[in-house]
């Protein structure tokens, strides 16, 4: 669970951590609508890798970002490297 976080330094290592849910800047959108209001936060889910805001004033928790489809298969099919996320793209065979 994510608050608001006025500090710069404390929120890059919150960026660096969350950068799994579809990449920083998907998590940077995600928290900026979840935390800009008064009282907001961010719910992260790291088994279902999925992200949830919840209101302040009615209670609700809405969804925001999920890795995976309802059926399971992939909905984000990015892969992590060690640079960050990239686009998995078709091997091809070379035959030599």
């Known amino acids: 669970m994510t608050y608001n976080q006025p500090s710069s ?19 940077i959108d995600a928290y900026n609508d979840a935390c800009n209001v008064r009282y907001g936060a961010l719910l ?10 919840q209101v302040p004033d009615t209670g609700e928790i809405i969804e925001l970002y999920s890795r995976y489809n309802d059926d399971g298969s992939l909905k984000d099919n990015r892969k992590m490297t060690k640079d960050g996320l990239k ?10």
């Open 87 to 96: 686009q998995n793209m078709p091997t091809e065979k070379n035959d030599c």
């Open 9 to 27: 330094k404390e929120f890059q290592k919150l960026v660096e951590l969350h950068s799994c849910f579809g990449g920083e800047q998907t998590f």
């Open 44 to 53: 992260a889910d790291f088994r279902a890798m999925k992200l949830y805001k």
